[in-house]
């Protein structure tokens, strides 16, 4: 009998790992799902109007929304994140490093990690409860738009809700050569807002569909890096809140199942995105860089990344059931985990890409104008402007397309038809980047499970994913064209910037005027008269 060749000696192999790895695909797929609902929720979560993209004016905000007390719509503010910066591809590998070092004794020297547990959980409470309150309100916000839209196209209008007035007003007629209707009584939408409803019935359906937006309290914090802060805060929120006290309560004192744990670890993960930006692409890839090499010297050269994860049981992970290995307890759940980690550090760099693609949109809707000099002419002499006059020049060089608002209105893309629906220019738009960044984070993970599933032994994620997203991200700029682009596009605030040269342009000034300096000495006072005198005496002359 002939001995096998190579070709089949690498099929037998994969065949026999395929029928090893076939119990998990479930908990692979899970996990992989899992991973992708933060990234997918957060980066869209994320999406504020771009530098390329001009502010709707007053006018057309009312025009769009009519009248903020008279529409469910809420107006939507620009995103205030958390920028990073260079150094910080030095520092958070050191801090990280340092953290985990200091719990890793901690665990050693206490022998039980169970004092440990509940101090970070119950310090890890207080911004779970922000966090799940922030991702139960959202999710709240997306499933009423379902049940009472804003608007909705019915019998070839568009219907928009008046709440205050409690009725539906037609707002465009496709066929201009048709007659408008009367308005309509019924807060339902669709084909549903046709049926003629008991007083009390549609009186008591207004009454649920103002039910979310009442009780409006407007709530004003300033945090340190960040710019004031204005949260209004309604009956939805409230309730937000409540269920989200519940489930830490639930998690600290009662029990921690893997449902729960991850609850608070999608939430985590959703407000972290919002919150933290690399602010360029190449400070982001700086950052992973770091945090790569991170991740594979802690977890293959030191004890103290495994033995953290595996000792402390805190919501900073992600947790899947999965079969029982030979190793497994028998009267213990076996769990599979993803470090939140995994998820947040690229996610990152996603939601960025996110952002770049919508920057992207307006950038190649703007329109050339006038062209402008940065120098001006005064007479004979040539007076050079200010940073701050040429930023607002530049800035006019180019006539940008109004923002329309890219994040939810979920409820109006179902009941409202494409061509009629309203912000289709900002709510749908190409992703290029944002996709190609998605492929990368599935691959590594692929990649990762596979590893880890040959090897048996668990696997620095980053160190699949981190190249496989920058790698997606640098690679499709390179073959769309846009490499100059990415590198010159930050999301740092500009009006930051314009606020720092004016500053320093009046700084100027004041120093170089006699009074910004005392008082005038006398002989400084005498030669001014002087000089005055002078030109009185010339223009005497």
Known sequence: MSTPGPTAEILGRIAYELALIQPYIPTYLHLLVAALFPIYTGAHASLSRPKSAADATKETKNTTNNAEEDEDVMA??????????PTDAILYPVLTGCTLGALYFLIKWLKDPAILNK????????????????LLTDSMTIVTSFIFPARYSDNGLIWEIKRKQRLAVPKAVQDPSRKTPGHRFS??????????????????????????????????????????????????????FSLAVLA?????????????????GFSFSYSALQLMSPTTCWTGTLVL???????????????????????????????????????????????????????????????????????????????CQKDFQDNVLVGNIEKEESSTDKMKKRSHEMLKAQYQSATGGWGERFWLRTQDYDRIDGGVFPKTYFHASVVGYVLGMLCTLGVMQVYQHGQPALLYLVPAVLGSLWGTA??????????EYSEADEEDKLKGDEKLDSKANEESSPQAKGTLSEDSSKDLAEGESGKFHTAAK
């Open 76 to 85: 939507e503010s620009d995103q205030q994140m958390q920028g990073l910066s």
């Open 119 to 134: 101090i970070l959980n119950w310090y890890l409470s207080i911004f779970g409860v922000l966090a799940i309150t922030k």
């Open 187 to 240: 807060p339902l939408p669709g084909p549903l807002s046709r049926i003629t409803l008991p007083h009390r019935l549609n009186k008591a359906l207004w009454a649920l569909r103002d039910f979310p937006t009442q009780g409006v309290y407007m709530l004003e914090a300033y945090m340190r890096g960040l710019s004031g802060v204005r949260v209004s805060i309604n009956t939805q929120d409230r309730i937000g």
């Open 248 to 264: 830490i309560l639930y998690f600290n004192l009662v029990d921690k199942p893997w449902w729960l744990t991850n609850l608070v």
């Open 289 to 367: 860089t770091a945090l790569f090499f991170y991740d594979i010297y802690f977890v293959f050269f030191t004890p103290l990344m495994i033995t953290v994860a595996t000792s402390l049981d805190i919501p900073v992970k992600l947790l899947f059931p999965r079969p029982p290995g030979v190793n497994d307890k028998p009267n213990k759940k076996a769990l599979s985990m993803l470090g939140l980690g995994d998820v947040v550090i690229p996610g990152m760099m996603i939601g960025f890409a996110l952002r770049f693609d919508l920057y992207l949109f307006y950038l190649r809707k703007q329109k």
């Open 478 to 487: 390179l073959f769309k064209g846009d490499l100059k682009t990415m590198w």
